[in-house]
């Protein structure tokens, strides 16, 4: 799950490059906001699954 939400927050960067000049307002604001949502979401289960291994 946590490669998936990595991938999820690599895909939305990369979306938002190729993509950034054809995107509405709301896509070009809510794009960066899940993908940072996700990425944090990542983040705390990592650190959650390193705390439980060690």
Same mark, same amino acid.
């Given at each position: 799950m946590?490669?998936?939400n990595a991938l999820? !927050? /690599?895909l939305s960067v990369v979306a938002l490059t !190729?993509? /950034?000049d054809e995107l509405h307002i709301a896509?070009? !604001?809510w794009i960066p906001m =899940?993908? !940072?949502v996700v990425g &944090?979401?990542?983040l /705390? =289960?990592?650190l959650a699954l390193c705390q439980?291994? &060690?």
């Open positions: 946590i490669a998936t999820w !927050v /690599l !190729v993509w /950034l896509g070009s !604001v =899940q993908a !940072v &944090g979401s990542a /705390l =289960q990592y439980s291994r &060690g």
